[in-house]
């Protein structure tokens, strides 16, 4: 039996139904090729990895954790001019701006800062956007290895200044490298 088709081109088609064998309704060929690719698989050396005694090496181009930078004085480079949040597609990141008090002049390069900076990881898609665009220098994702761990807490993902300032210490280190 044959029924004439008209395809979108205006051009005639000409279809079959032809009858199927009886190897064809019984699918054995299809069967025959599906266990030859599990057989194929089967004695494949595996590719498990024992997490986390061995670990994946990473990409050239990772981008790691995020880190808020220190000058050389120690100081934060943040001055919550908000171009890092309005650049990130995911839109993770959240600040509040202050104004810096007399006192707190060794802590922050600018009359403004950064008083709350947050990330939320679970929408963070690691694209550096945030990076690309702050003027100041101040965030960046890190060539850090460092895996976060699973967690049941939605909460924990949201990083927080405590976080994300490079560590004093760090800051220090970096200044006496460099000199």
Known sequence: M???NTSLSGRKKQVSNKEMTLGERLYIGAIAGGMATTFKHLFKKKV?????????PFSPVYRGQHMLMRDEEGRERCT???????????EAITMKAAERKPEEKH???EEKYAEIYE????RCIYCGLCEEACPKQAIYLTKSKKIVKADTNRE????GKEQLVMPLDQAIQNTAKSE
Do not use: V
Request: charged share 10%; glycine share 2%; hydrophobic share 40%.
């Open 107 to 109: 802590l922050y390069r």
């Open 2 to 4: 044959s029924i004439q």
């Open 48 to 56: 498990t990895i024992n997490y986390p005694e061995e670990t994946r």
């Open 80 to 90: 919550a001019c908000g171009l890092c949040a309005l650049s990130c597609p995911a």
């Open 156 to 159: 924990h993902f949201i990083f």
């Open 119 to 122: 990330i939320n990881m679970l």
